[in-house]
């Protein structure tokens, strides 16, 4: 699965943002789609995915209530909707594919996009 991430940008804190995820190369609705973001200096965080088999949610407590994850089987697509952005959710955000029925932890994620740089500030 080749995956591309967009969508990141400058926004004031408590502004919007949505990032996309592209999927490409094998069946996307076969895998769990999730988020993950790493700031200057920190370990790579879990920030929410998204199921393939009973399409749930999960979030880290971070973002739970700001941010919400769905998917469009139809375009190969994961979204990332952020809402009430923070100072402290600066980071650069990656989209990742996993065959795991549900995965929370960087090593559960086969396949990874690139990154798009997510920046709060005022």
């Known amino acids: 699965v080749q995956l591309q991430a967009s969508g990141g940008g400058l926004v004031q804190p408590g502004g919007s943002l949505r990032l996309s995820c592209a999927a490409s190369?094998?069946?996307?609705?076969?895998?769990?789609m999730g988020w993950f973001r790493q700031a200057p200096g920190k370990e790579r965080e879990f920030v929410a995915t998204?199921?393939?088999?009973?399409?749930?949610?999960y979030y880290a407590d971070s973002v739970k209530g700001r941010f919400t994850i769905s998917r469009d089987n139809a375009k190969n697509t994961v979204y990332l909707q952020m809402n009430s952005l923070r100072p402290e959710d600066t980071a650069v955000y990656y989209c990742?594919?996993?065959?795991?029925?549900?995965?929370?932890?960087?090593?559960?994620?086969?396949?990874w996009g690139q990154g798009t740089q997510v920046t709060v500030s005022s």
């Open positions: 990742a594919a996993t065959g795991l029925r549900l995965g929370l932890r960087s090593d559960d994620y086969n396949y």
């Open positions: 190369g094998r069946t996307f609705s076969n895998y769990g």
């Open positions: 998204i199921t393939w088999i009973d399409i749930n949610t």
